[in-house]
């Protein structure tokens, strides 16, 4: 099976977000395959034995009623699914004890990667699971070849005891000839008698030869069908050492694996908790930058009412040379009209 080939996934949830949150996950990394969702452990016993599903993805809250123990009737109603049970935490008790009821995998939703790795956690079971059904399928073929060898090597021996018979007969009937011979010498019905006899024996002679030649021939077909079977017996042989060496290598790469899995979620949630403090950080810093932004627009405010002062200052400053003007003017007509004033009092007291 490989990692596009389609597949069938049955979800068991109660809680349907869930559900539908890790149904996208699998649907997007393994297209064009059919997923379902069923909501109780009823629906999960129905389900399990109506169609031919490779995975089975169960949360633990849905066995509360019925209880764990009924994994055993969800794994012999689908017993070639891989069976994965999720629950809230990491209890290794629990997991222990779900391993006892035929579960495959026992896996924690609480990790916030949760949803990214569960499809690279299936997609390792499945290919498990295909090596054993491919390592299975060999080890069939291997069986039925070493039986259909035995047989045919018990064929072999029984075609050799019957060409060794025919062989005796042949020596039997060539000294029966030689007798007859002797006795036709004697008397001329006798000979007119082997003569037949004898024609009778090199008919049944010929016969006998020509089923000899064809045993022979059968004999050398079926030693060329035997040395077939031999190298396809052979070829299995090493496929299955293949197979062998394979699994082995996945067995070790998994727990690295596992190792680096561990420590990716240690740095994601190191990650999350520096992405935390830079957001408080970025949160503070544009606190400030809307309180500088205020400042700033008071003090535009405050320049442009500076500028409308100036303003009017200038226009002011403008019109004071026309007032002095003016006043010096007044001041001029208020000196002459006291002197005329000074003139006519001191005209009034001369008088």
Request: net charge negative.
């Amino acid at each position: 099976m490989s990692d596009l080939s389609p597949i069938n996934i049955l979800i068991a949830n109660e809680q349907a977000q869930e559900a539908k949150e890790t149904a996208l996950s699998l649907r997007a990394f393994f297209p064009h395959s059919r997923i379902e969702v069923v909501y109780s452990a009823d629906e999960v016993f129905h389900s399990a034995a109506k169609s031919e599903w490779h995975t089975i993805l169960a949360d633990a809250d849905l066995f509360r009623q019925s209880g764990l123990a009924t994994l055993t009737e969800v794994k012999r109603q689908a017993p070639n699914a891989t069976i994965i049970l999720q629950a809230d935490w990491n209890n290794m008790t629990l997991g222990t004890q779900v391993l006892q009821y035929g579960v495959d995998f026992y896996i924690a939703k609480n990790t916030h990667a949760f949803l990214s790795e569960l499809p690279f956690v299936l997609r390792a079971f499945l290919k498990n699971q295909d090596l054993n059904s491919r390592w299975n399928a060999a080890n069939e073929r291997l069986l039925r070849l070493e039986e259909q060898v035995s047989r045919m090597q018990t064929d072999q021996q029984s075609l050799g005891e019957h060409l060794d018979q025919v062989r005796l007969e042949r020596t039997q009937l060539q000294e029966q000839l030689q007798a007859y011979e002797v006795e036709l010498s004697q008397t001329k019905e006798k000979k007119q008698l082997l003569l037949d006899q004898w024609e009778k024996i090199r008919q049944a002679h010929a016969t006998m030869e020509e089923e000899f030649q064809q045993v022979t021939g059968q004999l050398a077909h079926e030693r060329g069908e035997n040395q077939a079977y031999r190298e396809q017996l052979e070829t299995l042989r090493q496929e299955r050492d293949q197979l062998q060496e394979r699994l082995f290598q996945l067995d070790e790469e998994k727990q690295p694996l596992l190792t680096q899995l561990e420590q990716t979620r240690h740095t994601y949630t190191l990650l999350e908790e520096e992405l935390k403090r830079h957001d408080a950080e970025l949160s503070q810093e544009r606190n400030e930058n809307q309180a500088y932004r205020e400042q700033l627009e008071m003090l535009r405010q405050e320049r442009d009412q500076l500028q409308e002062q100036v303003s009017l200052l200038q226009m002011e400053k403008q019109t004071v040379p026309a007032q002095l003007q003016q006043i010096r003017l007044g001041h001029t007509q208020m000196e002459e009209r006291i002197k005329r004033l000074e003139e006519r009092l001191l005209q009034e007291q001369r008088g």
